[in-house]
């Protein structure tokens, strides 16, 4: 009587669909993945009760914002797109200080009324110009 | 004469690795998903030329403010006096907090302003104003 060898079940996992799995839970996170990433204007608040610096007026240059969106630079009518060209020539004219940053300081007043959306491209414009100390004054009640 | 038979160059390219690249690639995306938790308020951000990209995507908490006056926290609308209090304790967990201020662009800059009021009660004080490229 012939005996046959019993043949021995493979003990192995397949693994040549592998690949297939992975690409597949690949393909799931590319397409859910929302790299969006998070845009805008960054600013710091001043600290509450922090000590108040004395500064000489003549390095401010004040910016008023009315309800209507008209805007106000060291008491002269200006058009929003104007502020970057004018606040380039008033860095120059006061220079630098010893850590090459604008010694000119840009206050921004709003009303209370005042459109955010005017008062982001009014700050969008001062940014432009390279100023980098910029304070906002709280509206009038 | 004698012909040497040439030696043919393996044309396949090695696919035992295979596995290993996707998976590592597959690893990368599951570590960097973030899956959204919340909408927020429906609102339209104004657009500057000046808008940066803010690193650091968990250091962000979020404030929306839309035009009729509502705020928002966490999908919660949060009264403007809450609002320290809320991100008092945000801030207490995570120091490094930056506030991302998602404000409608026709919202009036008296609630923009108390927003700003709360955020340095709570010494919240870096903050970004959400716009978009223009």
């Known amino acids: 009587m012939l005996i046959g060898k019993k043949k021995k079940p493979a003990a192995e996992i397949p693994s040549s669909s592998l690949a297939d799995i992975a690409f597949l839970l690949l393909i799931f996170f590319l397409v859910t993945t929302t790299i969006d990433m998070d845009k805008g204007i960054n600013l710091t608040l001043p600290e509450k009760g922090g000590e108040q610096v004395k500064i000489k007026k003549g390095n401010i240059a004040n910016l008023l914002i009315n309800a209507a969106g008209q805007v106000l630079l060291d008491n002269e009518p200006i058009s929003v797109e104007q502020i970057r060209e004018v606040l380039r020539q008033k860095i120059g004219e006061k220079g630098y200080d010893n850590q090459g940053k604008p010694i000119l300081i840009v206050s921004i007043k709003t009303a209370r009324e005042t459109d955010y959306d005017t008062y982001i491209q009014v700050l969008d414009q001062v940014k432009l110009a390279g100023v980098t100390k910029i304070s906002i004054a709280e509206p009038e009640r | ?134």
Request: glycine residues 2%.
């Open chain 2, 1 to 134: 004469m004698k012909f040497t038979k040439k030696e043919k160059v393996s044309s396949s390219i090695p696919t035992a690795s295979l596995p290993d690249i996707i998976f590592m690639l597959l690893i990368f995306f599951m570590v960097s998903t973030v899956f959204k938790e919340f909408r927020g308020l429906p609102i339209l951000t104004p657009a500057a030329r000046s808008t940066e990209k803010v690193e650091a995507k968990r250091n962000i908490a979020y404030v929306w403010a839309d035009k009729n006056n509502r705020i928002s926290i966490d999908d919660k609308i949060v009264p403007i006096n809450a609002v320290s209090h809320v991100i008092g304790e945000k801030f207490a967990v995570n120091r490094r907090l930056i506030i991302s201020l998602k404000i409608d662009k026709e919202t009036k800059m008296g609630l923009v302003s108390d927003i700003q009021e709360q955020l340095r009660d709570a010494y919240a004080l870096r903050v970004n104003y959400s716009t978009r490229f223009k």
